[in-house]
């Protein structure tokens, strides 16, 4: 009896949750602005304002949850397909943003209504906060994985900060899918798999760590 009523609460705050973020949205899109008060916004949608407390602190709470459940929508479908712990690290990460264009194309407007249009975008925008997070922790996996593969190449200093180039790397993406006007988002494709090659290709083990080992083994037998 204990287990169906904690089953039923965890689906009521979920359904609550659900509720608030869909009706922030739409108020969003239909007037290109926030609620004017939260108190407005509850009496709108018929909630009361302490339901709206026991899940938000504020509307930037709700905005980043939206995009949390965009980042986790992404990496369940990706990691529910049969074939995907058969992929390399390079097959994982263009799998996570093709499907996040996806997921990312029935919240278009809404995406298009609340990102900035400043030339020089931030490197975390404040509504990008929790689904940085759960990113990281996403492609920590991921790298973890190539460095044993020796998909990328481990080096001293510059592999703790791979992470951190791929974050760029995926702002890039948003960014360049949000000025995409190409029938079906063409162009979104194709810059995501040369950012993604371009990526791996650097990461991995290339020319210049040749040099390298060649002039440390020219230093030990001199």
Do not use: C
């Given at each position: 009896?204990?287990?169906a009523?904690?089953?039923?609460?965890g689906?009521?705050?979920?359904?609550?949750?659900?509720?608030?973020?869909?009706?922030?949205?739409?108020?969003?899109?239909?007037?290109?602005?926030?609620?004017?008060?939260?108190?407005?916004f509850?009496?709108?949608?018929?909630?009361?304002?302490?339901?709206?407390?026991?899940?938000?602190?504020?509307?930037?709470?709700?905005?980043?949850?939206?995009?949390?459940?965009?980042?986790?929508?992404?990496?369940?479908?990706?990691?529910?397909?049969?074939?995907?712990?058969?992929?390399?690290?390079?097959?994982?990460?263009?799998?996570?943003?093709?499907?996040?264009?996806?997921?990312?194309?029935?919240?278009?407007?809404?995406?298009?209504?609340?990102?900035?249009?400043?030339?020089?975008?931030?490197?975390?925008?404040?509504?990008?906060?929790?689904?940085?997070?759960?990113?990281?922790?996403?492609?920590?996996?991921?790298?973890?994985?190539?460095?044993?593969?020796?998909?990328?190449?481990?080096?001293?200093?510059?592999?703790?900060?791979?992470?951190?180039g791929?974050?760029?790397?995926?702002?890039?993406?948003?960014?360049?899918?949000?000025?995409?006007?190409s029938?079906?988002?063409?162009?979104?494709?194709?810059?995501?798999?040369k950012?993604?090659?371009?990526?791996?290709?650097?990461?991995?083990?290339?020319?210049?760590?040749?040099?390298?080992?060649?002039?440390?083994?020219?230093?030990?037998?001199?």
């Amino acid at each position: 009896m204990e287990k169906a009523t904690a089953t039923k609460t965890g689906k009521t705050k979920t359904n609550q949750e659900e509720k608030i973020r869909k009706a922030y949205m739409a108020y969003v899109l239909e007037n290109g602005t926030q609620p004017a008060s939260i108190f407005k916004f509850v009496k709108d949608i018929k909630i009361k304002e302490e339901v709206f407390y026991e899940h938000y602190n504020s509307f930037e709470n709700v905005e980043k949850d939206i995009w949390l459940g965009m980042l986790n929508e992404t990496v369940e479908a990706i990691q529910a397909e049969e074939v995907y712990d058969q992929y390399s690290a390079r097959e994982k990460l263009l799998a996570f943003y093709y499907t996040l264009i996806e997921v990312m194309k029935s919240n278009r407007s809404y995406i298009l209504q609340v990102t900035p249009k400043s030339r020089k975008p931030e490197i975390q925008p404040y509504y990008l906060e929790y689904f940085k997070k759960a990113f990281d922790e996403f492609i920590a996996d991921v790298l973890l994985e190539a460095q044993e593969t020796e998909e990328v190449k481990t080096r001293p200093y510059i592999s703790d900060r791979y992470k951190d180039g791929i974050w760029i790397q995926l702002l890039f993406v948003l960014r360049f899918w949000i000025k995409d006007d190409s029938k079906g988002f063409e162009k979104t494709d194709a810059a995501i798999e040369k950012a993604v090659n371009l990526s791996f290709d650097l990461m991995g083990r290339g020319p210049l760590d040749a040099m390298l080992d060649f002039a440390k083994f020219l230093y030990q037998n001199k």
